[in-house]
T-cell receptor, first 114, second 115 residues
Framework: AAGVIQSPRHLIKEKRETATLKCYPI?????VYWYQQGPGQDPQFLIS???????DKGSIPDRFSAQQFSDYHSELNMSSLELGDSALYFC?????????????FGEGSWLTVV | AQSVAQPEDQVNVAEGNPLTVKCTYS??????LFWYVQYPNRGLQFLLK??????LVKGSYGFEAEFNKSQTSFHLKKPSALVSDSALYFC?????????????FGAGTRLAVHP
């Protein structure tokens, strides 16, 4: 079965640079979520989209932005990168309409800021 | 606010023995509870969920979880642990805002299964 696809899997950026992460949800899923997992920490919710509109917002820094496109893929844009942004970034997707529907995660994108 | 707590940072089990990874929850309304597993340098894999119905939920890889409303717990169990079960396990709960849901995770429990 198709899963959530994230790219790139790994990237290294310098401080103050910009990074873009991409996410392709499971086909027919209409909701995308972004999570950030720091070293040794639990995943923290950043932002979510339903039908290309932002549906919820968590602890996403103002330097970060995201959007969901017409084909339902999503991109997380991170600017003015800081060392503390080094983390594993997860994208996840689900099908809205039933509150019990499962949220499925991708393999994650490792961002290292040097 | 919805939350889950995992009281143990690490659980050590000998291969072949039963394992339990603990999770307690605090929710208003009906709880939607999940377990995910994270292998080293990998993503989060869905194991099982409790939405409603039977208190014993069966999931992937032989795992099951018992929902206990009176104790507000949702412990993950497996009758016979394998070395390959060694991983980081997260309990999670849905929280709803404006009609949309998201997962809130516990701190995670590292399971180490020794040969």
């Amino acid at each position: 079965a198709a899963g959530v696809i994230q790219s790139p899997r790994h990237l290294i950026k310098e401080k103050r640079e910009t990074a873009t992460l991409k996410c392709y949800p499971i086909p027919r899923h209409d909701t995308v979520y972004w999570y950030q997992q720091g070293p040794g920490q639990d995943p923290q919710f950043l932002i979510s989209f339903y039908e290309k509109m932002q549906s919820d917002k968590g602890s996403i820094p103002d330097r970060f932005s995201a959007q969901q496109f017409s084909d339902y893929h999503s991109e997380l844009n991170m600017s003015s990168l800081e060392l503390g942004d080094s983390a594993l970034y997860f994208c996840a997707s689900s099908l809205a309409g039933n509150p019990g529907n499962t949220i499925y995660f991708g393999e994650g994108s490792w961002l290292t800021v040097v | 606010a919805q939350s889950v707590a995992q009281p143990e940072d690490q659980v050590n089990v000998a291969e072949g023995n039963p394992l339990t990874v603990k999770c307690t929850y605090s929710v208003s309304g009906n709880p939607y509870l999940f377990w995910y597993v994270q292998y080293p340098n990998r993503g989060l894999q869905f194991l099982l969920k409790y939405i409603t119905g039977d208190n014993l939920v069966k999931g992937s890889y032989g795992f099951e979880a018992e929902f206990n409303k009176s104790q507000t717990s949702f412990h993950l169990k497996k009758p016979s642990a394998l070395v390959s079960d060694s991983a980081l396990y997260f309990c999670a709960v849905y929280t709803f805002s404006g009609g949309y849901n998201k997962l809130i995770f516990g701190a995670g429990t590292r399971l180490a299964v020794h040969p």
